[in-house]
């Protein structure tokens, strides 16, 4: 199990997820390059390589991305009330 982001940084999370899949799998820390380059460019960086077939392919086929469907928006819903809306636009 790799941890990577702010919260792999803190030890309490860290202890917390060792102990909680210590019958499961080792966990590490993934190296970062958070001094030149934000740990979310790091991460979209990791996905692109493994969805490309490189070093990081199995994390992607664990992860199952490519049969995803969907998008980030489909369950959100701003409830809004039509009348008032055309009326604010006049």
Known sequence: V?????GADLRYVNDRIEKGLRDVA???IMKTYSQIAKRAAQGATFIANGLLGGRFKHIIDNLKIKQASGSILDNIFIPFDKDKLMSDSD
Do not use: E, T
């Open 2 to 6: 790799l941890l990577a982001g702010r």
């Open 26 to 28: 080792p966990v590490r």
